[in-house]
């Protein structure tokens, strides 16, 4: 399946018009394959859940198959948990946290998360080639960010593990017992670093369910516990479809759940947990402004949106998808930003060269077509880059829509996939008015020369994080969160660990 | 409806009005509502009638409706930014000022409580002196909430990163519903230090401490429409709070157990904050005189949003 094709595009493969090769010339260059090796990764036919520190078969022998969105080609047959399973993992969380994880010192925890680090970073090659596959992310993505920041993660984690009194000043931490943590298919091992580490440096135990088109870094990272000699049940990994998520984060003997994907599912998991004293975090949607001022570097600006919006085929809770562009720039700007969309390479996420690789599913890829098709049938204008896209598997040209009403869905709804929607401001007050006009606020950019005004933007956005003259940066120290129906709680840093303990006096 | 037969005032000394010592008649106060600063009686022109807790009859308090609950919400949501953008000291000043107005007033509200709780006198006079403390004790937190929970993040890239927290905006307040004075100033202080706008739900059986506590708002420096507190039946009004689109998040300490589910459930349709009260946490018996449960700046944190910034550093 591929995108739509109607839209303005320029003459084939045609040169950025700033490259000064005349109009219509082609770019006088074609980049060769630089395939990644798939050496480093064995993909089984089958894969178990992991349960009580063992590989086991759904209780029901069920199983599901995994694809490669690239390809569309099954890459394995995953156990899929049943509701029995899903008592069984909880159950064994729940002998581990008295046993053995939560009654170990905070300097023993401490040790396997740094164990457990040093093995993502050992096999990294390995988990990032696996994610590739399995995602249909880039794999110089998933390479440079996915992997080493989710090792990173528990690196920074770890040293909490024996440090939980100086993160809160007058208060004993206490771990609150099992966690139940359901995590997305954008950044699988990502997302299982920013639930599993903190959970375990506190002395939770954790059952974890893997999105179900992406389980295959979870049960690899099943097989780094069992090399780190992690105790048996601390982690328990049961992929399955939504119900079986729905029956964890309702399972009574469940202390905490933590979530992260859509604000519609939020709604659903915090109204499961609604009258139980279960403790719940919530990283929801987004549909994240980034606001550029007539003073911005513009080139650095062009950088800075596309990473916002084309990074992980904008397949990113905060990712920049909504331009507001101060009016007296916005045709440079937008001429910049075509220029730059015609050198983007869409296609095989295992090559090196590739920037936008595989959505995700095909449903997703649905879905991002019956969006962008709303766009144009609501008046917006598109514009897509003339890019050869693979014959097979689930890809998507970059797009940009220009005269985008705040009306238009493309410029309400969370797209989650590469479409860019540019809108216009006059005045900071405009921009600020039309950047919080969202329920979400997960987070915002900013662009301009100007220090104050970076301040006194980031004061008025309604949004945890704001990137100020750069997007999407991440970091284990850095705090990630949302405000208003983009969730609650927050996952990085300090304040990641609050999720995870509860207080009592000294 | 019985009338009202004897004023929470009956336990201050009796005054005369002249020379003869006729007992002077007294003039009985109307306990209304609080709303943008000012003090309606419901648009429903209900009442209900509010006895002491040795059953006798002390005032009819209003019975707030669901629409008077909607203007408390639209005053609450045009105060906060005005609320939320003072500055930090000015805030914690403005909030000591609450302390010092009670402080005169401490008779009155001694009387409304012991009447509302059939406490001791001495528990009284605890419970008032202890509600004045807790003013004090979190209006001094105002300016030093940021620092204490804000952060400077050493992320691994040339960036200055750092982490500084906000008010959520617009926070509903079920108020406990057994400790009618200190239990609610133990919970109002906080999301108003952390500088959101809110609107309380009183006690239900015990709401005229609460407000009493509203005409000293009224008198002091927070500006109108940062605190509204509306009387009634708490479930009537509790579930319209906890579906309000407008309200941020909801402090349900004081939601009756029976309501406690469906309050949670309606408060997920906007993704609302939750702040409940402990597990294992009884509204009846928690101990609001034991400063150390009572005074906790996590529950001020639970009415702050942690807003995270990125610049990167380069000449």
Redesign the interface.
């Known amino acids: 399946m591929t995108s739509d094709t109607t839209a303005v595009t320029r003459s084939n493969k045609g040169a950025p018009a700033s490259w000064g090769l005349g109009d219509g010339q082609a770019i006088p260059w074609e980049y060769a394959p630089a395939p990644e090796s798939r050496e480093t990764v064995t993909i089984r036919e089958r894969y178990g859940l992991f349960i009580g520190g063992r590989e086991v078969p759904a209780s029901d022998g069920s199983t599901f198959t995994t694809v490669n969105p690239a390809t569309e080609e099954p890459l394995a047959e995953v156990a899929r948990a049943t509701p029995a399973d899903v008592d069984r993992a909880v159950a064994s969380a729940r002998r581990a946290q008295r046993r053995s994880w939560g009654t170990l010192p905070g300097r023993e925890r401490a040790k396997y998360l740094y164990r457990i680090a040093r093995l993502l970073q050992e096999r990294s090659r390995e988990f990032a080639v696996l994610e590739s596959m399995d995602s249909g992310k880039p794999i110089k993505e998933s390479r440079d960010v996915d992997v080493p920041l989710a090792a990173?993660h528990f690196w920074y984690y770890a040293g909490w593990a024996d440090k939980l009194e100086y993160a809160f000043?007058g208060?004993i931490a206490r771990p609150l017992g099992v966690a139940a943590q359901i995590i997305p298919w954008n950044f699988p091992l990502l997302m299982l670093a920013w639930k599993i580490a903190p959970a375990l440096a506190a002395g939770n135990t954790v059952v974890l369910k893997p999105a179900s088109t992406t389980p295959l870094s979870a049960l690899l990272f099943a097989d780094v516990c069992r090399q780190a000699d992690l105790p048996a049940g601390v982690v328990n990994i049961v992929p399955g479809p939504g119900e079986i998520g729905m029956h964890l984060v309702t399972h009574p003997n469940v202390d905490k759940v933590a979530f992260t994907g859509s604000?519609e599912i939020?709604?659903k998991i915090?109204?499961g947990?609604?009258?139980t004293?279960k403790a719940l975090t919530?990283e929801?949607g987004g549909k994240a402004a980034n606001i550029v001022f007539e003073d911005a570097a513009l080139d650095q600006a062009v950088e800075g949106i596309v990473n916002g919006i084309y990074f992980n085929q904008g397949e990113v809770c905060c990712a920049g998808s909504r331009l507001l562009a101060q009016e007296s720039i916005v045709e440079p700007l937008i001429e910049k930003l075509k220029d730059r969309l015609s050198t983007i390479r869409v296609g095989d996420p295992l090559d090196k060269n590739t920037d936008v690789g595989a959505i995700n599913s095909r449903a997703q890829l649905e879905k991002i077509t019956e969006l962008v098709a709303s766009g144009a049938a609501e008046g917006a204008e598109m514009y897509q880059p003339a890019c050869d896209l693979p014959d097979r598997g689930y890809f998507f040209r970059p797009t940009l829509f220009t005269n985008v009403a705040q009306s238009h869905r493309i410029a309400r709804e969370e797209i989650f996939g590469p479409v860019l929607s540019v809108l216009t401001f006059r005045t900071p007050d405009e921009a600020v008015e039309k950047a919080n006009n969202t329920?979400y606020g997960l987070s915002a950019g900013i662009w301009t020369e100007k220090g104050s005004r970076?301040l006194a933007m980031?004061q008025r956005?309604k949004?945890?994080?704001?990137?100020?003259?750069?997007f999407n940066?991440f970091?284990p120290?850095?705090?990630?969160?949302g405000?208003?129906?983009?969730?609650?709680g927050?996952e990085g840093?300090?304040?990641g660990l609050?999720a995870y303990v509860r207080?009592e006096?000294r | 409806m019985a009338t009202p037969r004897r004023s929470p005032r009956a336990a201050v000394p009796a005054q005369t009005a002249g020379d003869d010592a006729t007992p002077r008649i007294e003039v009985r106060k109307t306990y209304k509502l609080y709303i943008g600063g000012a003090f309606p009686r419901t648009e429903s022109g209900r009442s209900y009638l509010v006895s002491a807790a040795d059953g006798s009859p002390l005032a009819n308090a209003s019975r707030a409706s669901r629409k008077d609950l909607r203007d408390a919400v639209r005053a609450a949501r045009k105060a906060s930014e005005g609320w939320a953008a003072k500055t930090a000291m000015n805030r914690g000043q403005v909030l000591y000022r609450v302390a010092e107005l009670m402080e005169g007033r401490r008779a009155q509200f001694f009387a409304e409580v012991a009447a509302a709780e059939g406490i001791s006198a001495a528990r009284a006079r605890d419970a008032v002196a202890r509600a004045i403390d807790r003013w004090v004790w979190y209006a001094g937190w105002a300016d030093k909430i940021a620092q204490v929970l804000g952060s400077s993040n050493p992320v691994a890239a040339p960036y200055f990163n750092f982490t500084i927290p906000e008010p959520t905006g617009v926070v509903g307040i079920v108020a406990p519903e057994t400790s009618s004075l200190l239990g609610l100033v133990s919970r109002l202080a906080p999301p108003l230090v952390a500088g959101n706008a809110v609107v309380v739900i009183a006690s239900e059986t015990r709401p005229l401490p609460a407000v009493t506590l509203t005409e000293v708002l009224a008198t002091s420096d927070v500006p109108a429409g940062v605190v509204n507190v509306l009387t009634g039946l708490k479930p009537e009004l509790v579930p319209v709070l906890a579906a309000h689109e407008d309200v941020d998040a909801i402090d349900t300490w004081g939601v009756p157990e029976r309501l406690r589910a469906e309050v949670e459930t309606l408060a997920a349709d906007d993704i609302k904050r939750i702040a409940r009260r402990p597990a294992g946490v009884s509204d009846a018996r928690f101990d609001w005189s034991d400063d150390r449960a009572a005074e906790r700046p996590e529950w001020i944190a639970a009415f702050l949003e942690m807003k995270t910034v990125w610049h990167p550093i380069g000449v």
């Open positions: 990173a000043p208060r604000t939020g709604r915090a109204k947990v609604a009258g004293d919530l929801l329920p970076i980031v956005m949004a945890g994080v704001v990137w100020a003259n750069t940066r970091d120290t850095s705090p990630f969160g405000y208003k129906e983009s969730g609650f927050r840093g300090m304040h609050h207080l006096d």
